[in-house]
């Protein structure tokens, strides 16, 4: 009797669960059995609070391909989860101080994996800045010292530039599309095409994935577990406490700089990766602060 019991609460408790997945309606049936998978598709998506219109074929599309591409990038996607620990605590309250939505801190993600790369065209730092582009926002580049190399610098840089695409631009969808387009040519493609809206123009490939890439990007990180990622806070790369140091002149010896603070000079050229040289030249005395790490060495 107490068999016949048993095998009867498990059928009902069968037939209870199949009622939760299939007594629903199709489109939220495949929602629930999407969840966890790089497959998953959210039903809305916005970029500074600018609504996406997923109700347009193309975008759908577009969008949906930049989700499948990074979902899959297992090893790609799960350092930048890891990385967005260190780098995102510095990122963030610079754009909310210069009142550039919290969006754009996956720009520097699409960018760069938030770690200090040079692309081919000579571009260098988390936010990818060209040498020119960077002298004219208030960054010093040369073969002594390269701020687009400094996160805290090269982010109020990207600021300034921000702020002045989306004054010129109308939009911060398309300040970021003029991120990799240039203002000039994402604004001739508007006068041209009389549209003002990013999804409504027909721009170069490179342009027209860009801003889907960082919405995909935005969305995986935010959710990381929707697309099948998991990473404990202990497995992230911290953002580790240092020290300020400042100096007003030249210091001959980087390596026996560091020696001197407690560290060795790789330490050191891995917290201030502006520093370019073995030395710092400083004829001008100007003043550079340093970090010194205080643990995790």
Not at 48 to 62: N, Y
Not at 177 to 198: C, D, L, P, R
Not at 238 to 265: C, H, M, W
């Amino acid at each position: 009797m107490k068999l016949i019991q048993k095998y009867t609460f498990v059928a009902a408790a069968v037939v209870a669960s199949s009622f939760l997945i299939y007594g629903v309606s199709t489109d939220t049936k495949k929602k629930i059995l999407r969840e966890g998978s790089a497959n998953y598709f959210p039903t809305q998506a916005d970029f500074c609070g600018e609504q996406v219109p997923l109700q347009i074929s193309d975008v759908r599309e577009r969008f949906d391909r930049e989700l499948l591409v990074n979902a899959n990038l297992d090893a790609t996607t799960l350092l930048i989860l890891k990385r967005a620990a260190r780098a995102f605590p510095v990122i963030e309250p610079i754009l909310a101080k210069n009142g550039v939505p919290d969006d754009f801190k996956y720009l520097a993600v699409i960018e760069s994996g938030l770690v200090n790369v040079v692309s081919p065209a000579g571009a260098r730092g988390v936010w990818q800045f060209m040498p020119a582009t960077a002298k004219e926002k208030g960054m010093e580049v040369n073969d002594i010292v390269d701020e687009r190399y400094h996160l805290e610098k090269s982010t109020e840089a990207a600021c300034r530039y921000l702020l002045d695409s989306k004054a010129r631009l109308g939009s911060w969808t398309l300040a970021a599309a003029s991120y990799n387009g240039g203002v000039a040519g994402v604004n001739k493609q508007i006068e041209f095409q009389k549209m003002g809206n990013y999804y409504d123009l027909l721009l170069t490939e490179e342009t027209a994935r860009y801003v889907f890439r960082i919405l995909a990007l935005k969305e995986i990180m935010k959710n990381p577990a929707l697309y099948g990622f998991t990473v404990a806070p202990e497995e992230t790369y911290p953002l580790l406490p240092v020290r300020k140091v400042e100096v007003d002149s030249t210091i001959n010896d980087l390596a026996t700089f560091a020696n001197s603070q407690g560290i060795n000079y790789k330490i050191l050229k891995i917290h201030n990766p502006w520093l370019r040289d073995r030395k710092l030249t400083n004829l001008a005395r100007k003043k550079y602060v340093l970090d010194i790490p205080t643990s995790g060495y």
